[in-house]
Structures are given as C-alpha cells and as structure tokens.
C-alpha cells in the first residue's frame, strides 16, 4: 500500500480545479505511451532536493517506486510512498514543493497540499 503525492511545476491551481489540472497532467505526461517528455529544470532540482534527504536507492528508503526520478516527467512527478512513512515524507514533500514554487497536490484526499 503506498500513498501518493503529485508535484509540478506550473501555476498554483483554485481549489475546484487543482483536480482537474492533476488529470490533464497525468494522462498528458505520465499515462501516455509517448516518449517521456523533458523534465522541467525546477521538477529536476526538487527530486534531488528530495532524495537527498530521502535517498531512494537504499534498503530503508521510503519509495515504493524508485527511482523517484523515473515517476516524473516533464513539468511532473508523481510520488509514491510507503504507507508506514507516509506522514512524515509527505509533510517534507510538500514543504520542499512550496520551496521550489512547485504545486502539491494529494490525489487520494482530492486537495492541494499547501
């Protein structure tokens, strides 16, 4: 079981609409059988901003999917946690994304995480 997070780089989406946004994302970058599209600089930094503190090539990482790197692309990524650590990688994750001026967004819950 794993929780996922969604992260990108574009505008800050209103509430009602930050689910549509996820979904145009997703099926444009990561459900599409075309090449994977150039990752957005900012998206690059924040995953190595983010395995830097959570490394995802260890036996204790908290990733259900590593490399975090390959769940992203282009201006997206699309991170999934173990549910055992999900508190506490989430909360740093969306921290980080605000850092960045990236958008969080919790598709489980259907909210963004700000």
Do not use: K, N
Request: aromatic fraction near 10%; charge should be negative; include cysteine.
């Amino acid at each position: 079981m794993s929780y996922d997070l969604a992260v990108w780089d574009g505008e800050q989406p209103r509430g009602d609409d930050a689910g549509a946004a996820f979904d145009e994302l997703y099926e444009r970058y990561l459900d599409s059988d075309d090449e994977i599209a150039e990752l957005s600089s900012r998206i690059v930094a924040y995953v190595e901003a983010l395995v830097e503190r959570y490394p995802d090539d260890v036996a204790s990482s908290p990733w259900a999917s590593p490399p975090v790197m390959g769940e992203a692309s282009g201006p997206i990524v699309y991170l999934l946690m173990s549910y055992s650590r999900a508190e506490e990688v989430s909360e740093y994750a969306a921290a980080l994304a605000r850092e960045h001026g990236l958008v969080c967004y919790d598709p489980q819950g259907e909210t963004l995480r700000v």
